[in-house]
């Protein structure tokens, strides 16, 4: 399995290993575990980054939908998880990935990445990919992001915002965000 689940102090944190045909299946299925504890941190980092751009130009466009529909299953289980979930946005997600980092209630990223959206389009009789890439510094301050690091402290302040978040008995969650 390339993706693991550790809990400690109550903070779920999602690893996830080397990219692969199972990253999302195997994402999938430790969530409903992760739900139990107080808060998730969910690194998107090369793991899950590589989905998108790789495959998008190497597969048909029903395995495109396919895909796409995968990460956005997992990205709506992540959303409806009734503990706050924590990106920790490492690599450079784009399209459905950079969705599911977005779907997460608090966003780290790292200052040399960014956040891209990729969609279809035509033109003059052909299919393109068009994509809208976000600075670090532009998603800060448009509120894509919480807080923007260096690359070596993307993991200790997703887990240290993560420790700021507390569940309510009434299974909704919350997240107190304390200015940087």
């Known amino acids: ?35 139990g504890a107080r808060a998730v941190v969910l690194p998107v980092d090369a793991g899950l980054c590589s989905i998108d751009i790789k495959r998008l130009v190497r597969v048909s466009a029903a395995e495109r939908e396919a895909l796409a529909a995968a990460v956005r299953g997992v990205r709506d289980e992540v959303a409806n998880l009734p503990v706050p979930v924590v990106a920790a946005i490492g690599g450079s997600p784009y399209g459905e990935v950079a969705e599911l980092a977005m779907a997460c209630d608090l966003r780290v990223l790292s200052s040399d990445a ?12 052909g299919q393109v990919l068009v994509a809208r890439r976000v600075t670090a510094d532009e998603a800060l301050r448009t509120g894509l992001v919480d807080r923007v690091v260096p690359p070596s402290a993307v993991l200790r ?24």
Not at 2 to 10: A, E, F, K, W
Not at 115 to 122: A, I
């Open 114 to 125: 960014a956040l891209g959206w990729v969609t279809d389009s035509r033109v003059t009789g």
């Open 157 to 180: 302040t997703a887990l240290e915002l993560a420790n700021e978040c507390k569940s309510t008995q009434a299974g909704r969650k919350s997240c107190r965000i304390v200015a940087p």
């Open 1 to 35: 399995m390339t993706v693991s689940l550790d809990v400690s102090g109550g903070i779920a944190v999602i690893r996830i290993g080397e990219p692969s045909d199972t990253v999302l299946p195997d994402l999938r299925a430790l969530l409903p575990m992760a739900a």
